[in-house]
């Protein structure tokens, strides 16, 4: 911080070996005596300091302004993962060093000329970095309309499972004491809920009716179980493949459970040449299958194994067959993939082992309790779906707690790589407790997506980047949501039930195009334009008529595009160790060293828009100022009458960095905190660096040269962590640091 330049007037004719002072020496000390008093120096210079603090709020306003052209573009200097690593900062300061070491070394053998083009140059692509997302954000819509369920509809029966993209499966029982049956329904939103894509009936039990039918898929069937029978049709049509009894009749004719089964059939697995039939007691048992006309529903007893992890007593929530044999398994305890194998472990392969336990591929267990499970390709994966092999899938689990989980499968990895925890989806914090996830393709290109419901909303969560594309709001009791496309609309749909198993609630509403934020970095055409052509008149008047208005106007403009570009590339663990170096290297710099008061003036002398000016009114001229200063210099030999200059000649300047440090705190805060609380403290963070500012005035009025990081960087720190306390509380400490 450069303080008013002041002029300080002696009769130099009278100073000699006498005492004597003169009448003008006596006026001139006490003029000065009036000055030492600080009061009297504010009064005298508050038009500049005014001014100053006016563009130090204007310039943190407007990259605040901007913020969202960078949010949606995820123009982040260091990507997601920078932003929290010391490394980056350290690579930062060491950019700062080299900067100034070369603009000395430049301005020691006089090549003012290289330095004035050549930050010409970096500085035109430095203001395209404000100009183009301003006029983006004036002229674009960044928000969005509000998304709202407009229709419902219920449905009679029990929810079974997801099918296809946008459809799921219901049961209905029907029928008499004796003969009970019960009717599957395909349906598909798509294809509109007035009736279902198909319907199929099949018995259900003799005396069971409130025996819920579980389901199991694979890509081309569903097999379905309702406890005494089990049964395979057609994934897309519906169609009956298969039959079969889980039952017996005793000598009175009535159902009774297998003899090896022991209890009903909790869930049924088809494969190739087997079925697989899990009881109550979570056993699981292999039945070999026949397909000659005359064995159709014969089963062949041929192995049995335990589960000891898996517990069936709260029900199944998902079986899905990954290959022939390889089961993924769902209940709210623990999930896991269970290798189907053809014998058990006797000596005779055909010889049932009672107390083998099966063979557990992974095991995942619950850290609260799975609520909900979704298999598909994985958004990471590195091609297209129609490309990627079938043995390569992510196994999405959500729990209470809201804890989620990306197991990522490869069939074709050694053994010991083929399951694994994908690390780079972080989204434990994204709600309190999990409804549902689905794993989507929102923009029908290939890849992935993912929709996470809970605390009421439903995530939309876009491309490997897991950026949230929408939230939206749904029912708090939703057990499914998913989005259901048609040509070019879709529709956001939640699925509850009514706890009794007979009923399915349904809302659902239009997804319209500007119910989403704007993804990726924006480049309209208009918008374009108008910042290439700000840029170019901007850098014009820099080279023909550098006057102070000029700085200051892209001197703002520099300084909100380096606030924002640094706000969003560091959470605010990592603005804060940027700051304190940043101070501590700036004070060595003016006080120590004082490299940085050489800089200074030699930016000065070049009228570059990396300070800025505060006259004290409007008749000064910045350009008349650094001329005249550079006659001085060439005539520095010469003894020159000193004459008192005017009020007019007076100004104040700010170097840039003095803004970008406080205000890149100020952005980190808007950016990386709680957004019910964010706001608050980026408030509190300017006001902490405005007082810091006026403490900084207090030195500077004096006309004395000053660095302004400690202050003002220090005052922005103070404020951030009282407003941070106030309004987040002890979360506010809790630092995230890597190297």
């Known amino acids: 911080m450069r303080g008013s330049l002041r002029r300080v007037m002696t009769d130099g004719a009278d100073v000699g070996k006498t005492p004597r002072q003169n009448d003008r020496f006596a006026e001139v000390e006490e003029e000065l005596r009036k000055e030492d008093t600080l009061l009297e120096l504010f009064k005298e210079q508050w038009v500049g300091m005014v001014s100053m603090a006016g563009m130090f709020v204007a310039t943190i306003a407007l990259a605040s302004y901007m913020r969202p052209y960078y949010d949606i573009g ?8 920078g932003a929290s690593q010391i490394r980056y900062v350290a690579l930062e300061l060491i950019a700062i060093f080299l900067f100034t070491a070369l603009i000395i070394y430049l301005a020691k053998y006089k090549k003012d000329y290289i330095i004035k083009y050549g930050m010409m140059v970096v500085l035109t692509l430095a203001l395209l970095y404000s100009t183009i997302p301003l006029a983006h954000v004036m002229l674009i819509d960044f928000d969005t309309e509000p998304f709202e369920m407009t229709d419902q509809a219920a449905l009679e029966g029990d929810y079974i499972g997801t099918w296809g993209d946008d459809g799921f499966i219901t049961s209905v029982i029907g029928g008499t004491a004796g003969a009970y049956n019960v009717t599957m329904s395909a349906w598909s939103v798509s294809n509109g809920m007035d009736e279902p894509v198909w319907s199929m009936t099949h018995n259900h039990s003799q005396n069971q009716p409130d025996s819920r039918v579980r389901m199991s898929t694979t890509h081309d069937t569903l097999t379905f179980t309702s406890g005494t029978w089990v049964w395979t049709v057609d994934y897309e049509t519906g169609n009956l493949v298969d039959s079969y009894a889980c039952f017996v009749f005793d000598e009175g004719g009535n159902q009774q459970p297998r003899p090896e089964m022991y209890t009903g059939c909790a869930l049924a697995v088809k494969t190739n040449e087997a079925m697989y039939l899990f009881n109550t007691a979570s056993e699981v048992l292999r039945y070999n299958t026949f397909d000659e006309p005359e064995n159709a529903g014969v089963l ?3 192995a049995r194994w335990s589960m000891p992890h898996i517990d069936f007593k709260d029900g199944i929530m998902h079986s899905q067959l990954l290959n022939d044999t390889l089961l993924f398994l769902a209940v709210p305890s623990a999930t896991g993939v269970i290798h189907l194998d053809e014998f058990g472990d006797a000596t005779d392969p055909l010889a049932p082992r009672l107390d083998g336990e099966v063979r557990m591929a992974y095991l995942q267990n619950s850290t609260s309790s799975f609520t909900s499970t979704a298999v598909g390709t994985s958004p990471f994966a590195t091609s297209n779906t129609s490309t990627l092999p079938n043995d390569q899938q992510m196994m999405l689990l959500g729990e209470e707690n809201g804890a989620i989980t990306g197991l990522e499968w490869n069939g074709s990895a050694p053994a010991e790589e083929r399951f694994f925890i994908q690390e780079r989806m972080n989204l434990n914090t994204l709600v309190s407790s999990v409804s549902s996830v689905q794993i989507v393709d929102l923009d029908e290109n290939g890849f ?11 995530n939309l969560l876009w491309d490997t980047s897991l950026q949230n594309f929408g939230t939206f709001p749904v029912v708090s009791e939703a057990d ?13 749909v939640s699925i509850s039930l009514d706890g009794t198993q007979q009923n399915i609630e349904i809302q659902y509403g239009a997804l319209e195009t500007d119910m989403f934020p704007l993804v990726g970095v924006q480049l309209e055409t208009i918008p374009v334009i108008i910042g290439l052509t700000v840029t170019l008149i901007l850098m014009i008047l820099l080279y023909v008529h550098s006057e102070w208005y000029v700085v200051n106007t892209t001197g703002v403009l520099l300084g909100a595009g380096v606030c924002v570009l640094l706000g969003v590339s560091f959470e605010p663990p990592m603005a804060i160790l ?3 170096l940043a101070a501590v290297y700036d004070a060595w710099a003016v006080y120590k060293s004082k490299h940085m008061l050489d800089l200074a003036d030699t930016m000065i002398g070049l009228r570059l828009p990396i300070l800025l000016v505060a006259p004290q009114d409007t008749n000064y001229s ?5 001329e005249q200063a550079k006659s001085k210099r060439v005539l520095s030999d010469k003894v020159q009458k000193k004459r008192k200059k005017k009020p007019s000649t007076e100004a104040m300047f700010m170097g840039l960095g003095d803004i970008i440090f406080p205000g890149m705190l100020v952005l980190s805060a808007l950016q990386y905190l709680d957004p019910s609380g964010a706001t608050a403290v980026a408030i509190s963070t300017l006001i902490g660096g405005l007082l810091g500012y006026l403490v900084l005035m207090s030195y500077v009025a004096r006309g004395k040269a000053q660095a302004g990081l400690p202050l003002l960087n220090g005052g922005a720190i103070l404020g951030y962590f009282i407003g941070g306390f106030l309004f987040i509380g002890n979360e506010i400490l809790q630092f995230n640091i890597s190297w």
């Open 578 to 580: 940027f700051m304190i």
């Open 74 to 81: 995820e123009l982040k200097a260091f990507g997601s993962s």
């Open 622 to 626: 910045l350009i008349e100022e650094t």
């Open 300 to 302: 062949a007893f041929q």
């Open 480 to 492: 499914l949501t998913f989005i259901s496309m048609t040509n070019d609309s879709g529709q956001l």
């Open 448 to 458: 992935t997506d993912l929709i996470i419901t809970g605390d009421g909303n439903a």
